[in-house]
């Protein structure tokens, strides 16, 4: 069974940080692309960040130099440290890695930046 574990979110206040992470199962060997996703409510889903096997970085414009993507290639953990947060970052989060071609999902975790 294929399985990805995000832990980290929570209620934060405007200016904040949070740190999300996520775990995938041993028998997820050979993954390449990971990331998270974030949707609000009334939103579509939309990407955040990924990082490749490789170790390159990519990010939406929106989250530049304040969320940085980091990844354990031996745990197969991938993170996402968000500074500076702000209300518009309310979202649920969603780990995704890719393999052989395969898109899978976490649970999503809420993450709330509010006063």
């Known amino acids: 069974q294929v399985q990805l574990v995000e832990s980290g979110g929570g209620l934060v206040q405007p200016g904040g940080s949070l740190r999300l992470s996520c775990a995938a199962s041993?028998?997820?060997?050979?993954?390449?692309?990971m990331g998270w996703y974030r949707q609000a409510p009334g939103k579509q889903r939309e990407l955040v960040a990924s990082?490749?096997?490789?170790?390159?970085?990519g990010y939406a414009d929106s989250v530049k130099g304040r969320f940085t993507i980091s990844r354990d290639n031996a745990k197969i953990e991938v993170s996402l440290q968000m500074n500076s947060l702000k209300p518009e970052d309310t979202a649920v989060y969603y780990c995704?890695?890719?393999?052989?071609?395969?898109?899978?999902w976490g649970q999503g975790t809420q993450v709330t930046v509010s006063s």
């Open positions: 995704n890695a890719i393999r052989f071609g395969v898109r899978y």
């Open positions: 990082i490749s096997s490789s170790g390159i970085t």
């Open positions: 041993r028998r997820m060997l050979g993954i390449n692309t």
